[in-house]
């Protein structure tokens, strides 16, 4: 008789894998889409289904989804995962799809985490999903307007998945206390108190949840009644520290950098001193942040405070001196700071009002008279007549134009009477009443 190895038991599956939702009546969240009358919901109940991209964070129910289209659905149906299957794999998959095809028969392709594919591997896709050869599901946690090719996102609706609340993490917890599939077939004392805990530890992943709980269940104390249960102590040491959701490459990345400006300009200190914490825990590079400061000091508070640019640069070099996490405090001070500073923009508008005229008007010839003339015949041909040596005059002014006639009298800055660039309006003021009297020009 051969003796059974070790190995060749097969191993249990994961707690979230048991616990997968096998109705619509077992999904938790995603009322949006899946309550009574709601599309996506008709969609599977009438095995009517079209092309489309699941978009949503980890542990939400997009596979799952996915797996009930599989076990409801008349039409052959083919699971890839984006990971592990290149152009050959597609390929066959296509050619097979063809042939279903020919026969009558529908075929739905379920794409796991379909932005891994790359464009070579995406375009494969596209000649069949155009013919209806087959019909594309796609899973993604990224941004499909960013990570999925414009041809084949324009042939696919796109269906949003949220985190789960607190709430629906809790019922899905509970229903693995209960249900035979998970630990209903034991006895397993946790307290109203523990099982929240780990629903607000999830994050609104109920994979994580369920992992969670399964840990903290596997760890518990088991008395000689085969009862277990769950320590205080032995929850701590499961939910120790939560995964930050962040992508350094993708929407969320953008969503949270986004976060710390709009706080910042929106006076706000302690939502931007939160957000840059959750960008730096997350794993950023402070550089990163401390570029995006740099840009802020200047655009959203200017000459209203010339201190700020000098504070967000001194704030940049000691995160490139001492890294992190040392300098979390640095880009903490400058957030702080900024929150507080007086308000302009006036540097922004500047720059894009003298943008608009580059972009839109002829490019004017540089004016004669504040030509460089470095040769004679740069001398002959005029460079630098006239010109006016504004130090050689009293006033340290001159009033000579400096713009090209094409755009005499433009203006581009308009400062603001915030903080500091109040005393820049004045003296700007003062400039140009100067330079119109000297000019013969009237007062506006």
């Known amino acids: 008789m051969e003796q059974m190895t070790l190995f060749d038991r097969e191993a249990p599956k994961p707690l979230a894998d048991r616990l997968r939702p096998t109705d619509l009546s077992e999904f938790a969240g995603q009322e949006h889409l899946l309550g009574e009358g709601k599309v996506l919901r008709r969609l599977i109940e009438n095995d009517n289904i079209t092309s489309m991209i699941f978009w949503g964070p980890p542990g939400v129910g997009k596979t799952t989804l996915a797996r009930m289209i599989a076990g409801r659905t008349r039409a052959a149906f083919a699971d890839f995962s984006a990971v592990t299957s290149g152009i050959k794999e597609i390929r066959d998959l296509m050619k097979q799809a063809d042939d279903n095809r020919s026969m009558g028969q529908r075929t739905i392709v379920f794409v796991d985490e379909i932005h891994r594919f790359n464009k070579a591997q995406q375009d494969a896709f596209l000649p069949f999903v155009e013919k209806g050869a087959i019909i594309l599901i796609g899973a993604t946690t990224e941004n499909p307007s960013f990570e999925i090719n414009g041809a084949l996102l324009s042939r696919c609706r796109v269906f949003v998945l949220k985190a789960l609340s607190e709430a629906d993490i809790t019922k899905v917890l509970n229903r693995a206390l209960m249900d035979k599939r998970g630990f209903g077939g034991q006895k397993i004392v946790i307290s109203p108190e523990s099982v929240g805990a ?6 609104g992943d109920a994979r994580r949840a369920l992992s969670t709980l399964e840990m903290a269940v596997l760890n518990g104390d088991l008395d000689r009644d085969g009862v277990t249960t769950v320590t205080e102590d032995v929850l701590k040491q499961c939910v120790s520290r939560k995964s930050l959701l962040y992508d350094r490459q993708g929407e969320e990345h953008y969503n949270l950098i986004s976060a710390l400006h709009k706080s910042m300009r929106n006076s706000d200190p302690d939502a931007a001193v939160y957000w840059l914490s959750r960008m730096l825990e997350a794993g950023e590079d402070p550089l990163y ?11 959203d508070v200017g000459l209203a405070d010339p201190y700020a640019m000098t504070l967000a640069v001194s704030a940049y070099q000691a995160c490139h001196f001492i890294g992190m996490p040392e300098c979390s405090v640095h880009l903490t001070e400058a957030v702080v700071y900024l929150s507080l500073a007086p308000r302009s923009n006036s540097m922004e508008t500047a720059y894009n009002n003298a943008k608009r005229d580059v972009e839109e008007m002829p490019d004017e010839p540089v004016p004669l008279i504040i030509r460089n003339a470095p040769t004679k015949l740069m001398k002959d041909e005029g460079y630098g007549d006239g010109y006016m040596y504004a130090h050689d005059y009293e006033d340290r002014l001159t009033a000579m134009e400096c713009l090209p ?21 004045e003296r700007l003021e003062e400039i140009k009443r100067w330079k119109r009297e000297h000019r013969g020009q009237e007062d506006p």
């Open 198 to 203: 780990i629903a607000a530890f999830s994050n």
């Open 289 to 299: 942040i401390a570029r995006r400061v740099v840009r802020f000091a200047a655009e």
């Open 405 to 425: 006639d094409a755009l005499a009298g433009r203006v581009y800055y308009e400062p603001s009477k915030e903080g500091r660039e109040k005393a820049f309006s």
